[in-house]
């Protein structure tokens, strides 16, 4: 199985730019999630879905869109880039039974807005 | 809202020795599940052990453990004959069953002294 796979993993935008980080997963999870990572931080929650056609907002959800129209499927749009948003950005996904509790983490995807 | 507190920004301990990490969670719920993630350099997410909260018995994963204190809300991570590639942040998170939501604590970064 390849997992959770994010592309791409390195990108540099202008400020004001529009991008997706795109996300996939083969294991069939309902629950998927995006974090970003500020250097010598931790995980914040930026959005997450609990299956195809659900999606709520994290913790740090400003300047962010995500849409789930299939279960594999998690893009994050950012729209007009600014230097706040230079992060690494993580996808990751998990099963929704309760006893599941493993979540599979993507490899991040660097994140440069100059 | 549920918060993931780790106190120690930076810890480090000699190769062979052993090492505690800390972490301090905040909750209503009564049922939930912790967490500890290690992050290497390569910036991968790797499950080092969890922790039902309805279990007593503490979880063990080989030379990892965990303290589990539920009154006092504390979830401690023990690293036992510390080896150079334990060297890595180590991620607190928090996870509770009426909730989808993964919260990640700030990270300790461990150093490995040889």
């Known amino acids: 199985n390849a997992g959770v796979t994010q592309t791409p993993k390195f990108r540099i935008l202008k400020i004001g730019q529009s991008m997706t980080l795109q996300c996939t997963q083969d294991?069939?999870?309902?629950?998927m999630y995006w974090y970003r990572q500020d250097p010598g931080m931790g995980l914040k929650l930026i959005y997450y879905s609990v299956g195809a056609g659900i999606t709520d907002k994290g913790e740090v959800p400003n300047g962010y869109n995500v849409s789930r129209s299939t279960t594999e499927d998690f893009p994050l749009r950012l729209e007009l880039a600014a230097p706040s948003q230079t992060s690494v950005y993580f996808c990751a996904s998990r099963r929704q039974t309760a006893l599941e509790n493993t979540i599979y983490f993507g490899e991040g995807s660097w994140l440069t807005v100059v | 809202a549920q918060t993931v507190t780790q106190s120690q920004p930076e810890m480090s301990v000699q190769e062979a020795e052993t090492v505690t990490l800390s972490c301090t969670y905040d909750?209503?719920?009564?049922?939930?599940?912790l967490f500890w993630y290690k992050q290497p350099p390569s910036r991968q997410m790797i499950l080092v052990i969890r922790q039902e909260a309805y279990k007593q018995q503490n979880a063990t994963e080989n030379r990892f453990s965990v303290n589990f204190q539920k009154a006092a809300k504390s979830f401690s991570l023990k690293i036992s004959d510390s080896q150079l590639g334990d060297a890595a942040m180590y991620f607190c998170?928090?996870?509770?069953?009426?909730?989808?939501?993964?919260?990640f604590g700030p990270g300790t970064s461990l150093s490995v002294i040889p």
């Open positions: 294991m069939n999870h309902n629950y």
């Open positions: 909750t209503s719920e009564s049922d939930y599940y």
């Open positions: 998170a928090y996870r509770g069953t009426s909730y989808d939501k993964v919260i």
